[in-house]
T-cell receptor, first 115, second 112 residues
């Protein structure tokens, strides 16, 4: 089984709908991240969490919210989806300690299309 | 400000030829450097990383990278490319408050 899983893998939704993307990990890592990937822009950080009680905004958090339900689960919500949120979304995790906290492991991604 | 630049958006090489993907960074201290690969329809897989020590780092799938502080570079190399290496490659630098900064990516195509 994969260490970092994301559900759903693909999602089509309509403008204005609320959707949730879920991420689970079995690596035992404290740190979790949500990124979006757009062609030519690389990966941009949306939110990150260093432990269950620590949630931080990334560079592009507007229009998104997150919930850290447990060490192993980190969900990303789009409260009212808009077409420019169409992208590939990745969850990632990292451990603790020098080097480990910077080494991120990625899930397979969720491809989201907002019509 | 910290940043990562991958100057080549798209590179095409022939199968069996050597490969070098460029990565330049801007970082105030000794950086942690990473290369990730994203195959079509897949997530990002860690190829290799540099934290300190030997500036030539060996990774998985026959890749290596060399840290050159004087040039602020961390270029990825492979002596002989296989068709299965066709993918997008991302360079990243950290830590920035515990986070990584990613480059824009380089797409590699392999000609038969």
């Amino acid at each position: 089984d994969a260490d970092v899983t994301q559900t759903p893998r693909n999602r089509i939704t309509k403008t204005g709908k609320r959707i949730m993307l879920e991420c689970s990990q079995t690596k035992g890592h404290d740190r979790m991240y949500w990124y979006r990937q757009d062609p030519g822009l690389g990966l941009r950080l949306i939110y990150y969490s260093f432990d269950v009680k620590d949630i931080n905004k990334g560079e592009i958090s507007d229009g998104y919210s997150v919930s850290r339900q447990a060490q192993a689960k980190f969900s990303l919500s789009l409260e009212s989806a808009i077409p420019n949120q169409t992208a590939l979304y990745f969850c990632a995790t990292s451990g603790v300690g020098r080097g480990n906290q910077e080494t991120q492991y990625f899930g397979p991604g969720t491809r989201l299309l907002v019509l | 400000a910290q940043s990562v630049t991958q100057p080549d958006i798209h590179i095409t090489v022939s199968e069996g030829a050597s490969l070098e993907l460029r990565c330049n960074y801007s970082y105030g201290a000794t950086p942690y450097l990473f290369w990730y690969v994203q195959s079509p329809g897949q997530g990002l897989q860690l190829l290799l990383k540099y934290f300190s020590g030997d500036t030539l780092v060996q990774g998985i799938k026959g890749f290596e990278a060399e840290f050159k502080r004087s040039q602020s570079s961390f270029n990825l190399r492979k002596p002989s490319v296989h068709w299965s290496d066709a993918a997008e490659y991302f360079c990243a630098v950290g830590p920035q408050g515990g986070k990584l900064i990613f480059g824009q990516g380089t797409e590699l195509s392999v000609k038969p």
